[in-house]
């Protein structure tokens, strides 16, 4: 299918990971994508991408905390790929540590990451889905811990929670525009993030050795296995396509079966 024909999709946090398994399934389905994240590699992997698929993809280095940055990707997306249609807001940091350990700054890093670069986004994806009169879409990426925290990341869950109540609010006020905001809620997915969970959750709550953890982890999942990245663009296309039109405020789990609610 090419859905996204002719439309512009901006993925933030899409070199790699989940992001980049977003922004591929979008390029796979015609549309040209922006690609805007914090690690030098992202113009690398944008011309990968769009070797992979066929497709325009721009590669952009973006703070996702800076909002004069975000102004400024978002206007070079635009001005080199056309009007936005869709803005997936996946850029995302974790760190792990024990209540006594965990310092302000690393609070502060995944609030500001994580809640706040997700508000300074949408916020300006808003702004340039009015000016052009898109009925755009916002989809934004929250966690299983925005569900039900876990052990040694109060913060990490703190800003997830953050994400699911920030979507609901801008689904609300743009509902009447035909604006949706939806949010997603990955489980344990293959990606270097996990890798990093399962080394220092691992050691922390025990002496796992490498993969160990995760394994244990998975075998709670009802379907028995991690997700992929793909499994994750999968949804995301979903609510970012015409068949969605009437989905709005919803968050979804894409995990398997882990959790049920």
Not at 143 to 158: E, K, L, M
Not at 232 to 261: H, K, R
Request: negative net charge; glycine residues 12%; hydrophobic residues 45%.
């Amino acid at each position: 299918m090419k859905r996204f024909a002719g439309q512009t999709v901006m993925v933030t946090g899409g070199n790699k990971g989940i992001g980049r398994g977003i922004a591929t399934r979008f390029a796979q389905e015609g549309a040209k994508v922006a690609i805007a994240a914090i690690d030098k590699d992202t113009p690398d992997a944008a011309r990968e991408i769009a070797a992979e698929t066929g497709t325009e993809v721009l590669g952009l280095i973006l703070d996702v905390t800076d909002s004069g940055a975000i102004r400024a990707a978002f206007g070079e997306a635009e001005e080199r790929l056309g009007p936005l249609s869709v803005s997936v807001q996946n850029a995302g940091v974790i760190t792990i540590a024990k209540v006594e350990d965990l310092t302000e700054r690393e609070w502060d890093l995944n609030l500001d990451v994580n809640t706040k670069g997700v508000f300074l986004c949408c916020q300006e994806a808003i702004r340039r889905f009015r000016a052009s009169g898109t009925k755009g879409r916002l989809v934004n990426t929250a966690s299983g811990q925005a569900r039900q925290g876990f052990i040694y990341t109060p913060h990490y869950a703190a800003s997830k929670f953050g994400v699911v109540g920030l979507t609901q609010s801008l689904a609300k006020e743009l509902a009447r525009e035909g604006i949706t905001a939806n949010a997603i809620c990955p489980g344990i997915i293959h990606t270097e993030m996990w890798d990093y969970n399962d080394r220092v959750w691992g050691k922390m709550l025990g002496e796992y050795g490498p993969g160990e953890l995760m394994a244990e982890w998975v075998e709670g999942i009802p379907m028995g296995r991690a997700g992929t990245p793909a499994e994750v663009g999968a949804l995301v296309a979903f609510l970012a396509s015409a068949d969605a039109a009437y989905i709005t405020g919803q968050t979804i789990n894409v995990d398997g079966g882990l959790i049920m609610s």
